[in-house]
Structure formats: C-alpha cells, structure tokens
C-alpha cells in the first residue's frame, strides 16, 4: 500500500550533490575563514563534505581558489 508512495526515491538514503561553480567555491572559502564547520559548509551548498575539505586544502595551500574543470569535449584550435 505505502510502496507507491515511496516508490520514486530509488536510494532514499543516498545524497544527490550539485555541481561545484565558482560561485560555491567563493562561498565555501568565506565561510571557512570565519570558522564555520565543514559540515555546515557542504549541507548548506549541498556539495560533499570531501569537496569542502578540497577546497579548503587548495586555499590554504595556493592562497587562490581552485581552478574548475571545464565539462564536455573541448574543440581544438588550429
């Protein structure tokens, strides 16, 4: 009876993470200087807390965010 209602959740346990913009990247920096927590940081932006610790380790490494890779087939140039 219940199973219809449920049935569209195929991993209810499972989270769904976006795609990491600069955006994120800009605000997962900010916040970690003013000494929020990782977990707080990757809830809200709804990123992995590994990817927060990412961010944050290039950061403090480079001092300048870290670079994001561009999605799809790249067109060579002539």
Request: glycine share 2%.
């Amino acid at each position: 009876m219940f199973d219809s209602i449920y049935s569209q959740d195929v991993n209810p346990g499972k989270r769904k993470y976006d795609r990491l913009s600069e955006r994120k990247v800009k605000y997962i920096v900010r916040h970690k200087i003013s000494d929020k927590s990782t977990k707080s940081i990757a809830l809200w932006m709804r990123v992995s807390i590994s990817t927060v610790k990412r961010v944050w380790s290039y950061w403090l490494t480079y001092h300048e965010y870290i670079p994001l890779k561009k999605r799809g087939d790249q067109k060579e140039k002539d």
